[in-house]
């Protein structure tokens, strides 16, 4: 070989180098990529395949990984060494960073501290819960995000998850979650906080559990398993959805809207209208028009028909609850929520707690928007239960102002109406009676 092939040799091995080291940038042991690296082999763009010295292709995690590596937000990628390492930790900042950039948010590396951006919006979309995920509000004077610096576990994995599905996934989707949770021989040894969360990702096959039925939340995840979970939270035919056991009494599903008959809505002319039955005109029936409040008596129509169906019974020997959520009138919003408060923790683990209209909420806890029924479970037994207490309002869509709220409790006979504009206030006796089935 003559001395021009071998300069002509070591240049083209120079520029290879050079330009692949050029695609890596590194900010505290975090790193982005513009192409992955490890070997790869091209057929088509559709076969292209991924290449790691590290990663066998009967690894369990391989279609995973070369699912994740194909997809264009480049969400993970491997060393500049060309090794993927499968078994290393994740730290929850970079776990962090995985579920914000999946969810489809564009956000650029912190100034200081690469993650802070990322942190940020987990925080603003409800993803970190600063009141509850006490490891990751943990600062030292040094440093104020040693918290997130740390390896995360799986059960703080599908507690981030978990909440990150609330905005791509419908409540029917949702199995029952007693049930789900009687499948993790574990259970109770995850932190009342997490369980819920852990439960959501354990059904819908996000996260799965271990050959000896344990979820093991304390173990630490690992790049190999992050791969799987991202894998299965962007895209449900990966997921590993466990079957539930055939049992005799399967838990009910809320009765169809169409069995219960309910009055078509009606246009009175001049403005009125007649929904559910009851016959709304905004001459009399709204209180203030600056704002558009309800006046509580005719809210009180609205709630006596969502009392008509609402029913208290057990399944299997637990609590449980079924309902309607009627209509209401052009530009109003229902604020409904029932509160249940128990003696001793539920059968996840969670103290007293509350289910309502709120989109906001998580999905177990969502009721149907108007118009649709629901069967609910209190998760509890009926010993188990203290208080149950209805409380209503009626907002106006445009400025959410309602005219009073109503507080009805089914353990102590009260109804009790608080009204804010035409001074119907008061307590009253109440028969409960007629709503429970136990």
């Known amino acids: 070989m003559n001395i021009l092939s071998k300069k ?21 042991g975090a790193f982005t990529s513009n192409v992955f690296p490890g070997n790869i082999s091209t ?8 290449q790691f010295p590290d990663v066998s292709n009967s690894a369990w995690y391989f279609d995973d990984l070369q699912y994740i590596l194909k997809d264009p937000r480049h969400i993970f990628a491997g060393y ?8 290393d930790t994740l730290t929850a900042d970079m776990y962090i960073k995985l579920i914000v950039t999946v969810m489809g948010h564009d956000v650029g590396n912190g100034q200081e501290y690469w993650a802070s951006t990322y942190i940020d919006k987990a925080i603003e979309e409800g993803y ?8 990751f509000s943990y600062k030292t004077k040094e440093d104020p995000y040693a918290g997130y610096k740390r390896p995360i576990s799986r059960a703080d994995m599908a507690l981030i998850a978990g909440r990150a599905l609330g905005s791509v996934t419908d409540s029917q989707d949702y199995r029952d979650a007693v049930a789900i949770s009687g499948l993790i021989k574990d259970y109770h040894d995850i932190p009342p906080y997490q369980k819920w969360n852990v439960v959501k990702c354990y059904d819908l096959g996000i996260l799965t559990g271990f050959p000896d039925g344990e979820f ?49 809505k009606k246009d009175l002319g001049d403005g009125m ?10 001459k009399e029936d709204i209180v203030d028009s600056s704002n558009g409040a309800m006046g509580i008596l005719k809210a009180e129509e609205f709630i006596g028909v969502a009392l008509e169906y609402l029913t208290f019974y057990e399944h299997e020997g637990k609590a449980r609850v079924k309902g309607y959520i009627p ?9 409904f929520a029932l509160h249940c408060e128990i003696d001793g923790p539920d059968d996840r683990g969670l103290s007293s707690g509350t289910i309502s209209t709120n989109p906001q909420v998580v999905p177990e806890k969502r009721l149907p928007k108007p118009g649709n029924t629901f069967d609910i479970p209190l ?8 208080t149950l207490v209805l409380i209503c309002e009626i907002e106006s869509s445009s400025s959410t102002v309602s005219g009073g709220y109503f507080w009805i409790s089914f353990t102590e006979d009260k109804y009790c109406v608080d009204d804010n504009y035409g001074g119907h206030d008061g307590g009253y006796p109440f028969e409960s009676g007629g709503f429970f089935e136990w």
């Open 8 to 28: 002509r040799i070591k240049f083209i091995v120079f520029y290879i180098i050079l330009s692949f080291s050029l695609q890596y940038s590194f900010l505290d």
């Open 43 to 50: 057929v088509t763009a559709a076969e292209e395949i991924f």
């Open 80 to 87: 500049p060494d060309g090794t993927f390492r499968p078994n």
């Open 128 to 135: 970190v819960v600063l009141s509850e995920d006490y490891l």
């Open 216 to 264: 093991k939340p304390d173990n630490i995840l690992t790049r190999a398993e992050a791969v799987a979970v991202i894998r299965r939270l962007i895209d449900p035919s990966a997921r590993k959805k466990v079957d539930l056991p055939v049992v005799a009494n399967p838990t009910p599903s809320p009765i169809p809207v169409s069995a219960l008959n309910r009055p078509a």
């Open 273 to 282: 209208v007649e929904v559910e039955g009851v016959k709304f005109d905004p």
């Open 327 to 335: 209509e209401l009138p052009e530009g109003y919003e229902w604020l």
């Open 379 to 386: 998760y509890t037994d009926k010993g188990n239960i203290e």
